[in-house]
């Protein structure tokens, strides 16, 4: 099989060419907290990066480094 053709066992499409570029992905959050004495707001982020290594014939692993922050502020509306 070359490398620009569909592989029908796992149905994935793998090209030489990109193979190796970085792959970036994140996420956003933000909600409200409430309950019996209780209340508060949060907000969340994550960023992925990863990078594999080698080729779509010989692969040989890669890395990934995953960041991730969050914040929040919350009342205890106590007696």
Known sequence: MDNN????????????????????HGSVGMGVV?????????????VNLSQAFGSCDHPRGGVSISIGAGTGHFHDRGH
């Open 34 to 46: 409430g309950g019996n004495h209780v209340s508060g707001n949060y907000q969340t982020g994550t």
């Open 5 to 24: 053709t569909v592989d029908t066992a796992t149905g994935t499409d793998c090209d030489d060419a990109t193979y190796n570029q970085p792959q970036m």
